[in-house]
């Protein structure tokens, strides 16, 4: 007796089969997106200066590239794991600023110390340094399926604090571009469940008399 297929597990397989697909060619089409951006982010490096109202409002398109700002006031600091530019590792120093009528408050990474306390002599002034995003903590997994939490600007400043050594600039060549081998996994994955669904299914028939 041929046994039948079971309708309800087909139809699941075939669906996740279609979802790890669509995955793939979504990562693929991530892949040309994030080329043509670190095309960007290379050429804002070669760019001149410009003031950071100039700019607004930030998105990715300004990133990495020169730019200055006015921190009125300190509202507070906060350490993160960083390098200094002679590759020394320690604290970052990341200041939170007042900018008033430039626009929203913005972040300066004011250097790099062995130590995490918070350079007090430094409260504001005039920065110039390298545009990035600062450090938000949200999960990966926020950004892509839901509502992603505004970001803030980051300055990181050519010349650090009293006491500080100036924080490495941010690299285009720093930012991953693996969308490729992401893609070649979900096919992947597909073909896998594909063949052993398959295998399964061969499996459930009787042995020939």
Same mark, same amino acid.
């Given at each position: 007796?041929i046994?039948?297929?079971?309708?309800?597990?087909t139809?699941?397989?075939i669906?996740? %089969?279609?979802a790890?697909?669509a995955?793939?060619?979504? @990562?693929?089409?991530?892949? /040309?997106?994030?080329?043509?951006?670190l095309?960007?982010?290379?050429?804002?490096?070669?760019?001149p200066?410009v003031?950071l109202?100039?700019?607004?409002?930030? *998105?990715?398109?300004?990133?990495?590239?020169?730019?200055? =700002?006015?921190?009125l006031? %300190?509202?507070?600091?906060?350490?993160?794991?960083?390098h200094?530019?002679? $590759?020394?590792?320690g604290?970052? /120093?990341?200041?939170?600023?007042r900018t008033?009528?430039e $626009?929203?408050?913005?972040?300066?990474?004011?250097?790099v110390s @062995?130590?995490? *306390?918070?350079?007090?002599e430094?409260t $504001?002034?005039?920065v110039? $340094?390298?545009?990035?995003w600062?450090p *938000?903590? @949200?999960p990966?997994i926020?950004?892509?399926?839901?509502?992603?939490a505004?970001?803030?600007p980051l300055?990181v400043?050519?010349?650090?604090?009293?006491?500080l050594?100036?924080?490495?600039?941010? *690299?285009?060549?720093?930012?991953?571009?693996? /969308?490729?081998?992401?893609a070649? @996994?979900?096919f992947?994955f597909a073909?896998? =469940?594909?063949?052993?669904? %398959?295998?399964?299914l061969?499996?459930?028939?009787?042995p020939?008399?």
């Open positions: 007796m046994r039948r297929i079971p309708i309800f597990t139809i699941l397989v669906l996740a %089969v279609a790890m697909i995955l793939g060619v979504w @990562q693929l089409k991530r892949r /040309h997106e994030k080329e043509a951006l095309a960007v982010f290379a050429a804002n490096e070669a760019r200066p003031a109202p100039a700019l607004w409002p930030i *998105d990715d398109g300004s990133l990495f590239r020169r730019t200055s =700002a006015n921190c006031e %300190v509202i507070g600091w906060k350490t993160e794991a960083g200094a530019t002679t $590759g020394e590792t604290w970052s /120093h990341i200041a939170s600023c008033g009528a $626009g929203p408050g913005i972040a300066v990474d004011m250097g @062995q130590r995490p *306390d918070a350079p007090k430094w $504001g002034g005039t110039r $340094g390298r545009l990035t600062a *938000d903590g @949200q990966l926020a950004r892509m399926f839901g509502t992603p505004p970001r803030t300055i400043s050519e010349v650090p604090a009293p006491g050594k100036p924080t490495a600039p941010p *690299d285009p060549a720093s930012v991953p571009n693996n /969308h490729l081998a992401y070649v @996994q979900w992947l073909a896998v =469940a594909g063949i052993v669904y %398959v295998v399964a061969r499996r459930r028939r009787p020939a008399a």
